[in-house]
């Protein structure tokens, strides 16, 4: 494991706070790729038909029949003319006009041929490998995604709040290593009493101080628990520790310089 952040440091959406080994990663991203490469080509290869040289084969094929059935006609012609005079026989006359018909039938057939060559594979062949290049291409994007898992980036400007393993240490699957803070979830939190919790509503503007924060600050009032609670153990205040009193959350105008933990000063609710 690596990491280019440390506690404390202040990062830019998009900077990158950890990475993992993306060896094993990047080679199913190179292997997805590969596959879909190939399933474009089948795809792409099925809807273009025969290749030239075969197209050239069967067009050499058609013209040798067409050469062989202008011989045949001619023989034939031969043929007719000796046996009409009687100087050949009627066998030579029928082998001709066999001849003929069986080259015509071989120049149809290579006409045939040529045309199937030229025509896509058929709807369901093409159908399937369509199917295929699109799985291809999601296991691409699985991969791809798998891949950017091992380097997150900060998705928001945020404080690097935590650490939680050094640089080479080994981290299991589904734990944290970087925790990030950014200033819109920084918020207050204290505690009012019973006879004032009426005025704590949500929306409402409260005051605060704090040490090292210079000016007062103002806060928006989010939420307000809505069961009481004994006053905490620990609680930076000046009031009885025994009443009751409810929680509740600020959002302040102005985050900077605010650190979780911070103690604050709400001004009394009027």
């Known amino acids: 494991m690596s990491r280019p952040v440390e506690r404390g440091a202040l990062v830019a959406a998009g900077t990158p706070v950890f990475s993992l080994d993306r060896a094993v990663a990047e080679a199913d991203v190179s292997r997805a790729e590969a596959a879909l490469e190939a399933a474009a080509a089948s795809y792409d290869n099925l809807l273009t038909g025969k290749r030239a040289p075969e197209l050239a084969q069967i067009e050499a094929q058609r013209r040798e029949a067409e050469a062989n ?5 001619k023989e034939l012609m031969r043929a007719r003319t000796l046996a009409n005079s009687g100087t050949a026989a ?3 006359l029928d082998t001709a006009e066999a001849d003929v018909t069986r080259f015509e039938m071989r120049v149809a057939q290579a006409d045939a041929s040529a045309d199937v060559a030229a025509l896509p594979a058929r709807d369901k062949e093409i159908e399937a490998a369509r199917a295929h290049v699109a799985e291809a291409q999601s ?3 699985a991969a791809r995604h798998k891949l950017s898992d091992l380097e997150p980036r900060a998705p928001r400007s945020a404080r690097v709040e935590d650490t939680f393993f050094e640089v080479g240490e080994w981290v299991n699957a589904g734990q944290p ?3 990030l803070l950014p200033p819109e979830a920084v918020k207050l939190r204290f505690f009012v009493p019973e006879p004032v919790v009426a005025l704590a509503q949500p929306g409402t503007t409260v005051t605060f101080t704090c040490d090292g924060c ?8 989010t939420s307000v628990a809505s ?3 004994y006053t905490p153990p620990v609680i930076y205040s000046q009031e009885a520790r025994s009443k009751l009193v409810f929680r509740v959350e600020a959002r302040p105008a102005s ?3 605010l650190l979780p933990g911070l ?5 009394p609710l009027s």
Do not use: C, D, H, K
């Open 69 to 73: 059935l202008a011989l045949a006609r």
């Open 263 to 267: 103690p604050v000063a709400v001004a």
């Open 139 to 141: 296991a691409v994007a």
């Open 214 to 221: 210079g000016e007062a600050r103002q806060a928006v009032i």
């Open 177 to 179: 290593v970087v925790s």
């Open 255 to 257: 985050p900077s310089g």
């Open 227 to 229: 069961v009481p609670e």
């Open 90 to 92: 009627q066998s030579r």
